[in-house]
């Protein structure tokens, strides 16, 4: 029988990019339950500039490329909005993921349409039972090797997006909808491209209901909707970051909550996490420890963020009015903690102590 020196579960990026890195040096599996990588779609597929260059390194991304995006609007639940310049990118989810699979095809042995099984010291491929040194989990927020080998399981947002023809603001402009009307526990969104663009909800509960209000009754987006829905995705989001390392067994990407606490995305914290894991392989306690040497500051900051989506629309709608033509130095969409820079602090401060009752639940969500 043969034996690996890791077997990785699931092939969507995180997957791919671990096989891809530890295939050059290692003897890797890596197994995928569906017929290629990519199904289903699962992400909206906006990306930083800086996670788009990043990505460059392992596969010609420019092929997944849809649009690229010069910023944001950001609306207050009544349906005023504010600017912020920002580069990024959105892409094609189905042709990233296949290209990193191929990829990883390069490098590694690969199972297609098999589902893993453990038994003692092996693993069941479908009929093919194999040995493998390490256990990587790749496979999502369903994770069954986080099952299989006891790793604690993160709560769960819902996702539901519905691709629709949309008259955009600016079709190089993101646009993000907060207040509990649009989204009970964190935001709504259209990503532009071309004349369609992704409308998407993110709840802990209701997400369909409230994609279904925000469509039919915001004051900007429904008049700006024409026609019926192009193609509906339903997905799944890790609320948090959890333990991801054992002796021989680790997670990776959402199986492992690897995503931006304040957005959902993931895509730049597994492509970082799946570079800490092959530089430190197979020392995952080492893996681990880099990846929060790394991070671990930005999940510390995204969550406090994030805490700020449960202020009741009054409250919301006044940090909209205080926070207009306020100008972000130097923020960047995946290190939120360069906010925390003395200058940008001192100067929110300065409008947040205008209103008491606002700066004093904001500085309650954030303690």
């Known amino acids: 029988m043969h034996v690996y020196d890791a077997l990785i579960v699931g092939a969507g990026p995180a997957g791919s990019l671990a096989a891809y890195l530890l295939g050059k040096n290692r003897d890797v599996a890596i197994s995928e339950e569906h017929q ?5 779609v699962q992400c909206a597929g906006l990306i930083s500039d800086m996670c788009f260059n990043r990505y460059r390194r392992y596969c010609k991304i420019e092929k997944a490329l849809e649009n690229r995006i010069e910023g944001a609007f950001f609306f207050s639940p009544s349906g005023n909005y504010i600017e912020a310049k920002g580069e990024a990118y959105v892409i094609e989810r189905k042709i990233l993921d296949k290209l990193l699979f191929e990829k990883a095809s390069e490098v590694a042995d690969v199972f297609v349409k098999t589902k893993v099984k453990f038994e003692e010291s092996k693993a069941v491929l479908g009929c093919r039972e194999i040995r ?10 369903n994770s069954t090797v986080a ?13 539901v997006q519905a691709e629709v023809r949309f008259d955009a603001i600016d079709e190089n402009f993101v646009e993000l909808y907060f207040g509990k009307k649009w989204s009970g526990s964190f935001f709504a969104y259209a990503i532009p491209i071309g004349d369609t663009a992704r ?6 509960e209701g997400a369909m209901e409230y994609l279904k209000n925000l469509i039919e009754r915001h004051p900007s987006v429904s008049k700006r909707i024409r026609g019926g829905v192009i193609e509906l995705n339903v997905g799944a989001i890790p609320d948090r970051l959890v333990d991801f390392a054992k002796d021989n067994v680790a997670l990776i990407g959402d199986s492992a909550g690897m995503v931006k606490p304040y957005t959902g995305g993931g895509l730049y914290y597994l492509l970082l996490a799946a ?7 197979p020392d995952f306690k080492g893996y681990k420890r880099a990846y929060l040497k790394e991070l671990g500051r930005e999940y510390e900051f995204g969550y406090k963020i994030r805490r700020l989506y449960s202020l009741d629309d009054r409250k919301m709608e006044k940090l909209f009015e205080i926070m207009k033509g306020f100008d972000f130095p130097g923020v960047h969409m995946d290190r939120p903690s360069t906010l925390q820079l003395p200058k940008s602090a001192f100067k929110i401060a300065f409008r947040l102590i205008k ?11 954030l303690i």
């Open 147 to 159: 099952r299989c080998f006891g790793f604690e399981r993160p709560k769960l947002f819902t996702a």
């Open 275 to 281: 570079e800490k894991l092959a530089e430190n392989f």
């Open 199 to 204: 409308v998407g909800v993110i709840s802990r």
């Open 132 to 141: 493998s040194k390490s256990v990587i989990g790749a496979d999502g927020v």
């Open 355 to 365: 209103n008491p009752e606002l700066a004093f639940s904001i500085l309650k969500l």
């Open 36 to 40: 290629t990588a990519g199904f289903p």
